[in-house]
């Protein structure tokens, strides 16, 4: 047996060892939950009433559209032998979801593999090779196996569609069909409205890296080697341009560069109008029939908004910031990256000062705009009814004492995305708008909220150079933390449930879960 051989052996064995688990647990979901549980009851009921025919009848109680309702109930109509709308066939649509997620992820991992240096004014960007192929399919079943998108995947929820149809997005506008690309963005809003966000930051992302493509075109023509028969004059039309737009690396840029580099694009934009207008006509037609969609719907949210109001929960962006470093130490911190980050806040006076603006910001917001939404605290079978009730709710100052751990938080991710090279000023830009967009308004606290952005997130973070020979042995880490997380949050679904206390609830049998709202 060969490399190339052995290889293709380890990635096809892994792969098998990924699909042979969802399989097992799908079984055992459906021995130990065989009705819809939770949210399940809405979405199971309206996928049937979809798959009977009736495409006219809308529950009120469900908020998001019908993406998820739809495959399964057009194969169901195509073949209702091979395709019956029971709980179990309507689950394992997810599950065969989640089966292919690490194909995408692979694909996206492989794009990145070719990692750009930051550019510079004159020079052109060169490219490292970092991590081997054959261990690209071993990280992108790790990815797949991130708590949430694991856990979702055996559930007829929407988390698991929506991010791989996200996923599927972005992975075809890297690839340049950005028709396609929009097409699929359109697909994701129709599991949750709020995915026009993310639609938003991968057309940002496509018109940078189209214009950089741009320019790299022209500045290998206009330094192309010049006849020696030339005449003198033609010698000084022999310089480099300078990289457009401007987009530093994040970790020699600051916000001065911010409004540089904004005006960099536009200029750059309308310099090469009728080329970027084919970068951005899909996604721009998908936005419209979006907001042609809120017109008519009169708000974002479908059936029942009383419970599903917009709020400025500012908090959510320290939350996430977490939860983020929280998921991604092994791959991402050790402990010279943890002095780094000190250093950076309190290395000098300059720095000091920063930080206790940052400090003071942070308890602000918090005082201001933390939101505690009645869901929150009405339902004890969510893993963050319990951490607000018994942490967060321990006293009236105790969420202030978590301030110190977001400055900290906020600052690692920040280091940790300016180390990748795989997001550069105006790509971070765009992300952190979108994350603010996507989070802010949302009043409740949920773990699935997170899941785009995370893995979005995660997907960037790329090894530098001096990561790479320990790369394998941090993603390894990685993959038995989340191995962990899944083995202890499904079996505690799946063989401990409890009686639900007096309530709506009272005297059924009820479960432990994360992802969990309509």
């Known amino acids: 047996m060969d490399a190339k051989q052995a290889q293709l052996f380890t990635a096809s064995a892994a792969f098998s060892v990924y699909a042979g688990s969802v399989l097992l647990i799908s079984d055992q979901f459906k021995a130990r939950v065989p009705d819809p549980y939770m949210d399940e009851i809405f979405h199971v009921k309206q996928a049937q009433t979809y798959c009977a025919g009736q495409w006219a009848t809308w529950n009120h109680l469900i908020t998001t559209p019908p993406g998820l309702y739809l495959v399964p109930s057009l194969l169901h109509h195509a073949s209702p032998k091979w395709f019956p709308c029971s709980t179990n066939y309507l689950r394992w649509t997810n599950a065969a979801l989640l089966c292919a997620l690490p194909l995408l992820i692979s694909r996206i991992l492989s794009h990145f593999r070719t990692t750009p240096y930051p550019p510079r004014p004159g020079v052109k960007p060169r490219v490292r090779f970092l991590i081997p192929e054959d261990e690209i399919i071993l990280e992108a079943i790790i990815i797949s196996c991130f708590p949430i998108t694991y856990f979702s995947g055996f559930l007829f929820y929407t988390d698991l569609g929506s991010l791989f149809a996200v996923i599927a997005s972005y992975d075809q506008s890297l690839a340049g069909r950005h028709v396609l690309a929009a097409l699929l963005g359109l697909w994701s809003c129709l599991f949750r409205q709020t995915n ?134 092994p791959v ?67 969420r202030y004492l978590f301030t110190p751990g977001y400055m900290i938080c906020i600052k690692m991710l920040w280091e940790r995305m300016a180390r990748s090279f795989t997001m550069n000023l105006l790509v971070t830009t765009f992300y952190i708008l979108a994350l603010a967009l996507t989070l802010i308004p949302s009043p409740l606290l949920e773990p699935r909220y997170f899941l785009v952005p995370f893995v979005l997130l995660r997907l960037h973070i790329r090894p530098v150079v001096e990561e790479t020979k320990t790369w394998s042995i941090r993603v390894f880490i990685e993959g038995c933390v989340y191995a962990l997380v899944n083995l202890i949050t499904i079996a505690v679904f799946l063989f401990r449930p409890f009686k639900a206390r007096p309530g709506e609830w009272e005297g059924t049998w009820q479960r432990f879960m994360c992802p969990c709202s309509l």
């Open 332 to 398: 991402s911190f050790d402990l010279f990256f943890i002095r780094r980050t000190f250093k950076c806040l309190f290395g000098s006076s300059r720095s000091f000062f920063i930080s206790c603006c940052l400090f003071m910001t942070i308890v602000w917001t918090i005082h201001e705009f933390t939101y505690e939404h009645p869901f929150l605290l009405s339902d004890n079978r969510h893993y963050t009814f319990y951490v607000w009730r018994r942490i967060f709710k321990f006293h009236r100052l105790a």
């Open 196 to 329: 026009i966000v993310w639609v938003a930051f991968i057309a940002g992302s496509a018109l940078i890296h189209h214009l950089r493509q741009i320019t790299i075109t022209t500045t290998t023509t206009t330094t192309s080697p010049t006849p020696k028969c030339a005449p003198a004059n033609n010698q000084s039309k022999r310089t480099h341009r300078p990289t457009e737009p401007y987009d530093l690396a994040l970790m020699s840029a600051s916000l001065l560069d911010l409004p540089r580099a904004i005006r960099s694009l536009a200029s750059e934009s309308f310099t090469h109008l009728s080329s970027v207008a084919s970068v951005i006509i899909p996604y721009a037609s998908v936005v419209v029939c979006f907001m042609g969609f809120v017109i008519w719907n009169g708000g974002i949210v479908l059936g029942d908004k009383t419970n599903h109001v917009t709020a400025l929960h500012v908090p959510q962006l320290y939350y996430f910031a977490s939860f983020s470093v929280a998921f991604l130490a």
